[in-house]
Every structure is written in structure tokens, then in C-alpha cells.
């Protein structure tokens, strides 16, 4: 894929290193169970600081995708598809990945997703593949 790398933070590290133990870890706040992504120290809903990160099963499903067949950067492999995923077992949750298949004509919205993880360097990079 070759996409740049993430910076590791205090908040994003459960989620950038999850992918070490096969799990997508998506930050869950304890006062009130509101799940927050991208993930923050302080729940956005209730403000609690009281919150930390919960493994998701990674099984979701595609809400919306776009094609991109620009490289915006040198190295970049195109086409990839970009997917915007509604986490099935974390009620409010969408994410943005890519998404890996050899026929970028079976993306369609609704369709079943399961996510896997790329490592480099420091990080395991979340990604989707249909099914
Ligand atoms: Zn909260």
C-alpha cells in the first residue's frame, strides 16, 4: 500500500498496535459506553476521562466506498479502494480504511467486511477485505 505512517500517540497506540494481537482495538468510555473513534482520553459524549480501549470483533460492513486511482504520492499502487465501515459490534462506529481485493468491481455498499492488519515498522495498519 504504501501509504505513510502513522505517528504513535497516547491515544492512538491501543489502535496503531492492536493489529500485534490480531484485535481492532476502538477506545470505549466506562461512565458512559459511548465508543469514541477516532480515539480521544476524553469522552466526547459524557467528558469522562475515564476511558480505554475495547477489542472490536473487526467484522463490519461497507457504508460507502470511493475508487482512487490517482497516485497522490510517489510508490503509491493504484487503484485502491477506500471504505467507510460501520463496525457491527460497536454501535456508532464507522471507520476509514482500505480496503484489499483482487476485483475492485465486488465493493458494494452493504457488503460484508472483516479486517486484517498490515505491520510496518511500529504499527499494524488496519485494513478490510470483503467477506
Ligand atoms: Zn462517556
Redesign the pocket.
Known amino acids: 500500500m504504501a501509504l505513510p505512517l502513522p505517528a504513535i500517540s497516547p491515544e492512538t497506540a491501543a489502535f496503531w498496535t492492536g493489529g500485534a494481537h490480531g484485535a481492532l482495538q476502538i477506545m470505549a468510555?466506562n461512565?458512559?459506553d459511548?465508543r469514541i473513534h477516532p480515539p480521544q482520553l476524553i469522552?466526547p459524549?459524557?467528558l469522562?476521562r475515564d476511558v480505554a480501549p475495547i477489542a472490536a470483533s473487526g467484522q463490519g460492513t461497507i457504508y460507502s466506498y470511493t475508487i482512487n486511482h490517482q497516485p497522490w504520492i510517489p510508490d503509491l499502487k493504484v487503484p485502491y479502494a477506500l471504505v467507510i465501515v460501520d463496525l457491527d459490534d460497536q454501535p456508532g462506529v464507522r471507520m476509514t480504511a482500505m480496503l484489499e481485493t483482487n476485483d475492485l468491481g465486488e465493493i458494494a455498499i452493504g457488503a460484508p467486511v472483516t479486517v486484517d492488519f498490515e505491520h510496518r515498522g511500529d504499527v499494524y495498519v488496519p485494513f478490510f477485505r470483503l467477506g
Do not use: L, V, W
Request: charged content about 0%; aromatic content about 0%; hydrophobic content about 10%.
Open positions: 468510555c461512565a458512559c459511548h469522552c459524549q459524557c469522562s
